[in-house]
């Protein structure tokens, strides 16, 4: 036995050889290269398990418009593309201008024509999306809004609730939790709709008085940031507006393919000089920690401005900190999935803007997973076990709307998945209650078998040895996925009634009849 196990071991760690000499070339070429070696075979069965396919050569790519459609920047933001680090708008000492003072002043959702700015569409009302997936036989539409929080969930379980590294830090942050964020640990759920053979995966639409100051403003923020003063004033502001056209300011998508899932993602932006292959990127806008953390009285902390590169207060490295342990995983995903190179973000207060900073994808690999080597294989891993959630969930209930939750416990290691199979009549009634009237609504169910619960359990091997601590994968190791997906039967009323607060009742501010959300199973506790 020991010398069958020393033999194993030599032929992992040749393999493994193997296919570090392939990572040089690209990703689909290296994936190739791991599969000769049987990478997806690395290790022991699980009582159970399934071994996980999640070979990248199965993904294809479309792209309607090109990406030269998309804008570039304006105001010479351009050039701050291959900048290290934050750039300031203005010296908040010296109050000298580093750019044009167009961009400190951020204009109102009430100031804004909305008639200018095109709507978003979920995937199941995408026409396109629609056409592209009936050509390429695909079964799911999806877009990075839908997936994302979800993919996160998985990464966790398939990680082994892997921390991010706060190493480059400085000491006063180094200090603080490596942890990601509790409110992006508690459960996240999606509506599935059946739509002639496929089903549109669209995001849960909370409630009615849910604050959407940040996205409003981040929609008005991007055109700032593309557009030339006169044309932002002629075209989005309502006093000067001139035209309702839409197609002044079309949507540009990519459109990613893996096995029968059709995924979307939007691009903003695109820029010729930026390095490699990859010329979009996204546009993304992060308000100040007060603000975040005080959601439903955001206008109260208006008044704090970011003013230090290093620190905990009111410094940029705060929130660059927050945005590893929150966002990163899910820009992560998006960036993928849209093949874009990175994330241009505008750090702000609501009011006015204080700074840029172009985050390449590379950099976010290495906070989160340590190289992109490891990141390619959790974005592949983490889609094809989703996509088994699907196949489970649809072939349960294959004609009704669904809803699906799904959470990652820290306690048992494994994904908890709720399967609830809904009306679209509830879903619209839902949509138009307000937090306040639902919090305090008795839980009725309209029959227990109506929502099951299952339990995803993920087994992650490194050169064919089982990880019974936080995953790490260097390039050149081999890694292989098995799992098994259980039905628990029909989900306890109350059990699933808590998971649904909990999915919903994140707002650290919000102030709750019962004290259901500080003692819940499903509260984002890792251990």
Request: hydrophobic fraction near 40%; charged fraction near 25%; glycine fraction near 4%.
């Given at each position: ?21 392939a990572?040089?070339?690209?990703p ?21 398990a ?79 999306l ?16 839908s ?39 508690r459960?996240?759920?999606?509506i ?10 669209d ?36 006093a ?36 490699g292959?990859?010329?979009?990127f996204?546009l993304?806008?992060?308000a100040?920690?007060p ?6 009285n ?27 342990r929150?966002?990163?995983?899910k ?37 989160l ?27 349960k ?16 290691r494994d994904?908890d ?48 040895e089982?990880?019974d601590?936080p995953v ?51 509260g984002?506790?890792?251990?």
């Amino acid at each position: 036995m020991v010398v069958q196990s020393l033999v194993k071991r030599s032929q992992a760690v040749t393999a493994a050889a193997t296919a570090a000499s392939a990572y040089g070339r690209s990703p689909l070429a290296r994936a190739a290269a791991m599969d000769r070696v049987g990478l997806m075979r690395a290790g022991p069965r699980a009582s159970g398990a399934i071994d996980l396919d999640f070979d990248p050569s199965h993904m294809s790519d479309f792209a309607p418009i090109p990406v030269t459609d998309t804008p570039t920047l304006a105001h010479g933001l351009r050039d701050y593309l291959q900048h290290k680090g934050t750039v300031r708008l203005m010296d908040m000492h010296t109050k000298s201008q580093h750019l044009t003072s167009f961009l400190r002043k951020i204009h109102q959702p009430d100031e804004i024509n909305e008639h200018a700015i095109a709507p978003f569409v979920p995937p199941s009302q995408d026409k396109t999306l629609h056409e592209i997936a009936v050509k390429e036989k695909c079964r799911y539409l999806l877009s990075t809004s839908s997936v994302t929080a979800s993919l996160s969930h998985i990464y966790f379980v398939l990680s082994r609730f892997r921390t991010v590294d706060i190493s480059q830090f400085s000491e006063e942050v180094r200090n603080q939790s490596p942890m990601f964020m509790t409110s992006y640990r508690r459960p996240v759920s999606i509506i599935v709709r059946p739509q002639n053979g496929m089903w549109g995966v669209d995001a849960d639409k909370r409630f009615a008085d849910d604050n959407t100051i940040l996205s409003d403003l981040g929609k008005s923020i991007e055109r700032m940031l593309t557009m030339e003063a006169d044309e932002f004033t002629r075209k989005l502001l309502k006093a000067n507006s001139q035209s309702n056209d839409l197609s002044l300011m079309p949507e540009v998508y990519h459109y990613r393919k893996i096995k029968d899932l059709m995924l979307r993602s939007q691009l903003d932006c695109h820029d010729p000089d930026l390095p490699g292959d990859k010329k979009s990127f996204d546009l993304k806008t992060r308000a100040t920690a007060p603000i975040r953390f005080n959601l439903s009285n955001y206008e109260e902390f208006m008044n704090y401005r970011l003013l230090h590169h290093k620190g905990w207060f009111r410094a940029y490295e705060r929130e660059y900190y927050d945005m590893v342990r929150s966002v990163f995983v899910k820009y992560g995903f998006q960036l993928r999935i849209g093949n874009m190179a990175g994330a241009f973000v505008t750090y702000h207060n609501t009011d006015e803007i204080f700074g840029f900073e172009f985050v390449a994808l590379e950099e976010m690999d290495r906070y989160l997973y340590g190289n992109s080597y490891f990141a390619d294989k959790v974005f592949h891993a983490s889609v094809n076990l989703f996509k088994v959630i699907l196949d489970e969930a649809t072939s349960k209930y294959p004609e009704s709307t669904l809803r699906i939750g799904l959470y990652a416990n820290g306690s048992t290691r494994d994904l908890d998945v709720f399967v609830e199979a809904v009306d679209d009549v509830t879903l619209k009634r839902q949509s138009s209650t307000t937090r306040a009237i639902w919090v305090d609504q008795p839980f009725i169910t309209t029959g227990q078998e109506r929502v099951h619960k299952y339990r995803l359990t993920i087994n992650t091997y490194v050169n064919g040895e089982l990880s019974d601590r936080p995953v790490s994968v260097q390039p050149g190791d081999l890694m292989s996925v098995q799992y098994r997906l259980v039905n628990l039967g029909a989900a306890a009323p109350l059990d699933y009634f808590n998971f649904r607060r909990q999915t919903h009742f994140y707002d650290m501010n919000l102030k709750l009849a019962s004290n259901v959300l500080a003692a819940a199973k499903y509260g984002g506790k890792w251990h």
